[in-house]
């Protein structure tokens, strides 16, 4: 599979039934889902360095793994996640469980997800750069512990019988019945209600919900917003999610969204249990909350827009139309000219260049993975921090400096393997102050040579305060960063020379996004009139808003006497401007409060227990090689996961078991079938607990395919049992500079067949063929828009060779190379594919299928020698957003062209009762054309693809027409970068 074709193809049943197509779905999301939070079977994020040595502290309810390196960084986060459990309580009341939790500390990232098929928790503890004023800690502990919770409410009733023959898969499937938006906004709600501040209190997390109900008059249908568009911007889950909780928790109390977990618990097959339950509680759908909810939420925002009118700050970049695009980070350029990060939907996000005067803009560059959007620029250079993968362990990450030269039009690299958070260049453009966080958590400050990358100083952050957002003063004599503590976010200050440390904000709940200081006045964004304004602190230590946004800005950088920064409205964020000298100073209204947080009411279903002592987190080794199975779940039947995938009815009497073991480096299936009156036994291991991986299966069982060319030939006298054992050793590796990716897999592959093939010649049975492939796969590619059907730019070489050492007089050799080129189309996100693909092979007694693709409408035929050429160009047509409520929402309709030739030299064309054999070369062609749409069905959060294919071999002759089916499970979440 290439590695830029992130989708299965499944064949269509006939079954039409909803609920058996509702169970089919369930039953594929089990086996192969994706997301964050996680439902289905082996689902990993990758592997750890092998050389870790980790440690574990074991609870009641927690088994934390962590690494050594991370110290009691481990011992705090076992504390926060004590600390959730208790406090969760109160709504969801006590819950047995013991739960693994890993931590990464190696990645650069903070995130977290919850999988249940095995049961787990995994932690990405590093602080990001645009955090709300909470400790991360805590935040993620409250997140991550609603979704175990959500899952443990699923523990009751008809579901915990159920899940007897099942194990850990039943339950992931259950998860299923929930809408993502109640997983995300539930857990979203109790980050927030559980603490001081979480995302539900920040205007930043709100304004674009807000902005669609007061500019656009109400959101869109409830179908387009779970579903999304390429039309348009929707919000995520998280915030329409967060709302709809949050609506109903409030007027109904809390307790609706438990009754609608038990309703969906107790009575699974009623296909919409989780509606149902919803109604039983409180007449309430999951349509009529998100219209009550946003109904209710648009008349209170629009009361506050007109109580509050705000001020309209002129663009400085080109209007946008209908597209829906962001500006981020604004820097000054020089002559006139700002640079700032333009994400849209219909290009990869890239650096450009924008005429404060004219508007005009002009293209610069296209950074890697980039994000937060933070750039810091300075004497004509711009520097910011990109993400790079470790080439084996995608649980090791690194955050290095780039530098672009504006007027040179060249950008460099400056650091190798190192963990800077965020980069800001001094006035002068000779210094970057980097913000560095160790893999033990500890935070310091670097100042780096700007020309070479060598390090200068380094400073230790007072009390291991988590620094974020540095900017140098006007006079690069201080740097300003926005600071991260347990007590929320403040402004520090760092002077360079005497290494001294001042604190300018002390920490609060309000969220500060951009601090700038000049002459010791300080400009910063703060949330404090409950929509983030531009603020102005004296250095008499007067604080007075001097912005007045409708919906809030962000970023702000001083050049000279004007302020640049961003003001958000419902196209996106603008760069605007202001001039120190026409500065106001507005009040800061607080008579609406935009969190609305409701009140815990008394219907709640928990109790919080009463205080009892803190376990002892004491750490202590832990083993890998004491741990390597862990049985989560298993069937009471057969089922080969791969082959259910493509079709749904392969099943047989039997048993399947799966394991897969907390650091996700050992996974194992085992199975036993009965089937044709034979017994056959199922093994698959796959270790990638070391830099190769390993994969072995083995099947056991039945009678081997006897090959002969007379049916007058007598079987063999005896006929062993049929063994089928294949293994795999592979090295997968991926490299990122810049824009480009690079993924590389060399593997080796031997395959034991104990086929009986009688030999003429010898007048024997030859017993059991041992195959040995070697193969390079080659991709490289860049970024691309979400709009884009296929690949913006990409290569993909893929070359095969096949012997069999031992049996070369049977099969002899084979070769194939497939390679495929994707360039840009003529317009906006087509695209054009070209394949070259070729085939050879020298045969003994039999030959094998062509690995490589015959002409689209050319079935049943091999070739020795196949040598095929095919060019693709797909367009979107229409991006409709139409839906049929509950059943259908159409997201695109998408068209397609297609050539392919062909030639193939001694082809076997394969029939029902004999084979003809064509000693020759001969041309084989066919064009035709593709029409796919893009839609959902019954709400289940996975895009399909369906569609006609034509294809013509003469222009005179009928179609040969096709159907395409087309399930995207990896849609979610590969391949996405984020607009807001």
Same mark, same amino acid.
């Given at each position: ?19 058996? /197509? ?25 592997e ?22 991370y110290?009691r ?30 931590i ?14 095995? +049961? ?10 645009n955090? /709300? ?11 991550e ?21 099942? #194990? ?18 539930? *857990? ?33 249908s ?8 390429? +039309? ?16 109903a ?77 962001n500006y981020?980070s ?12 333009? /994400? ?51 649980? +090791? ?42 893999v ?6 670097v ?12 400073f ?21 960063f ?7 976010? #403040? ?29 010791? @006045? ?5 949330? *404090? ?7 102005? +602190?004296t ?32 196209? #996106? ?5 202001l ?80 394991s ?61 049992? *049929? ?36 030999i ?42 096949? @012997? ?49 693709e ?13 040598? @095929? ?12 957003d ?13 068209? #397609? ?49 369906g ?7 003469? /222009? ?22 984020r607009?807001?």
């Amino acid at each position: 599979m290439e590695i830029i074709n992130f989708s299965y193809t499944i064949v269509i049943f006939e079954q039409t039934n909803l609920m058996r /197509v509702r169970l089919f779905c369930l039953f594929l999301i089990l086996s192969c889902s994706s997301g964050k939070f996680t439902l289905g079977q082996y689902y990993d994020t990758g592997e750890d360095p092998a050389s870790l040595k980790w440690l574990q502290i074991k609870t009641d309810k927690f088994r934390i793994i962590f690494p050594e390196s991370y110290g009691r960084e481990g011992i705090n986060y076992a504390r926060s996640l004590h600390k959730a459990y208790s406090d969760l309580t109160e709504y969801y009341g006590e819950k047995k469980f013991r739960i693994p939790v890993i931590i990464h500390n190696y990645t650069v990232k903070s995130n977290g997800y919850v999988a249940w098929a095995p +049961r787990r928790m995994e932690l990405y503890p590093t602080p990001e750069q645009n955090s /709300v004023p909470m400790d991360n800690a805590r935040q993620l502990s409250l997140h991550e512990m609603t979704h175990v919770m959500q899952m443990k409410s699923l523990r009751q009733g008809i579901s915990g019988v159920l899940s007897l023959p099942f #194990g850990e898969h039943y339950y992931g499937a259950l998860a299923a019945l929930l809408p993502m938006w109640f997983m995300e906004g539930d *857990a979203v709600l109790m980050e927030t209600m559980l603490s001081e501040s979480g995302r539900g209190r920040t205007p930043s997390f709100n304004k674009q919900v807000k902005a669609l109900a007061v500019e656009r008059g109400k959101l869109y249908s409830y179908e387009k917003i779970i579903h999304g568009s390429y +039309r348009n911007y929707t919000p995520d889950e998280y915030r329409y999610g967060y709302r709809m909780v949050e609506w109903a928790a409030k007027n109904y109390g809390y307790n609706v969204w438990n009754r609608a977990l038990e309703y969906t618990a107790k009575y699974p097959f009623t296909i919409v249990p989780f509606n149902f339950g919803l109604s039983s509680a409180a007449s309430l759908t999951k349509q009529k909350v998100f219209n009550l909810a946003f109904n209710s939420l648009a008349e209170e925002w629009k009361k506050e827009d007109l109580k509050f009118p705000a001020e309209s700050y002129l663009p400085l970049n080109k209007p946008k139309g209908k597209n829906y695009i962001n500006y981020f980070s604004p820097v000054a350029a020089g002559d006139g000219n700002i640079a700032a990060v333009k /994400v849209t939907m219909y290009d990869p996000p890239a650096i450009v260049l924008i005429n404060t005067g004219t508007g005009e803009e002009k293209k610069l560059f296209t950074p890697g993975a980039l994000y937060p959007y933070f750039l810091s620029g300075a004497a004509g250079k711009i520097v910011w921090v990109e993400l790079q993968p470790d080439p084996r362990w995608a649980n +090791r990450e690194f955050s290095v400096i780039r530098l672009y030269d504006i007027e040179r039009g060249t950008q460099r690299q400056l650091s190798r393997n190192s963990r800077y958070m965020a980069a800001a260049l001094s006035p002068d453009g000779r210094f970057i102050a980097a913000v560095e966080n160790s893999v033990a958590n500890k935070n310091i400050i670097v100042i780096l040579d700007a020309f070479n990358g060598n390090i200068i100083e380094k400073f230790d952050v007072p009390g291991n305060l988590y620094p974020q957002r540095p900017q140098w003063s006007s006079s690069g004599e201080k740097i300003t960063f926005i600071s991260l503590s347990s007590e929320g976010e #403040g402004v520090i200050c760092l002077d360079v020379k005497d290494r001294k440390w001042q604190t300018l904000i002390n920490h609060g709940i309000n969220d500060i996004q951009s601090a700038y200081l000049k002459n010791d @006045s300080l400009f910063f964004i703060s949330s *404090a009139s409950f929509t983030d304004n531009l603020w102005l +602190r004296t250095p008499s230590g007067a604080e007075k808003r001097i912005t007045d946004s409708r919906f809030g800005v962000y970023d702000v950088i001083l050049s000279g006497d004007t302020l640049y920064f961003t003001d958000y409205k419902i196209s #996106g964020y603008d760069v605007c401007s202001l001039s120190l000298a026409s500065v106001s100073s507005y009040e800061a209204h607080s008579e609406f409060d935009g969190t609305l947080l409701p009140e815990l009411k008394a219907d709640s279903s928990g109790k919080k227990p009463d205080t009892v002592s803190e376990p002892d987190f004491k750490p202590e080794p832990y083993r890998k090689w004491l741990h390597p199975i862990r049985m989560h779940s298993w069937l009471p039947f057969y089922a080969d996961i791969e082959q259910v995938k493509s079709d749904p009815l392969a099943v047989s009497p039997g048993i399947t078991l799966f394991s897969q073991n907390d650091l996700s480096t050992l996974i194992t299936t085992a199975g036993y079938e009965r089937t044709g009156g034979y017994n056959f036994l199922h093994l698959g291991i796959t270790w990638k607990g070391w830099f190769p991986v390993l994969e072995s299966g083995l099947d056991y069982g039945g009678n081997p395919q006897i090959i002969k060319f007379s049916q007058s030939i007598p079987d063999p006298s005896v006929v062993p049992v *049929a063994l089928y054992f294949r293994n795999t050793i592979s090295l997968p590796l991926t490299f990122r500079k810049g824009n480009f990716t690079t993924y590389l897999r060399p593997s080796l592959t031997s395959v034991y067949n104990s086929n009986l093939i009688y030999i003429k010649e010898r007048n024997i049975y030859d017993r059991g063929q041992t195959e040995i492939t070697g193969r390079a796969f080659f991709s490289l590619y860049t970024g691309s828009g979400i709009r884009d059907i296929y690949p913006r730019w990409a290569i993909v070489a893929d070359y095969s060779y096949t @012997s069999f050492p031992w049996d070369s007089n049977i099969y002899g050799t084979m070769s194939t190379l497939r390679t495929s080129l994707f360039v840009p189309g003529v317009l906006k996100n087509h695209g054009l594919r070209l394949r070259y693909r070729t085939d050879y092979q020298s045969p003994g007694n039999l030959v094998l299928y062509n690995r490589a693709e015959w002409p689209r409408s050319y079935s049943n035929i091999i070739s020795l020698d196949l040598r @095929s050429f095919s060019a693709d160009y797909v367009f979107p047509l229409l991006y409709p957003d139409l839906n049929i409520p509950s059943l259908l929402y159409l997201k695109r309709l998408r068209g #397609g062209l297609f050539y392919d030739y062909a030639t193939g030299t001694n082809n076997i064309y394969l029939g029902t009762n004999s084979n003809n054999y064509v000693n020759r070369t001969e041309t084989f062609r066919s064009f035709g054309t593709e029409f796919l749409a893009d839609f959902f069905v019954l709400r289940i959060p996975f895009m399909i693809s369906g569609g006609v294919q034509a294809a013509w071999r003469e /222009v005179n002759e009928a179609p040969r027409i096709k159907l395409i089916f087309n399930l995207d499970i990896y849609g979610m979440m590969v391949g996405r970068y984020r607009l807001d």
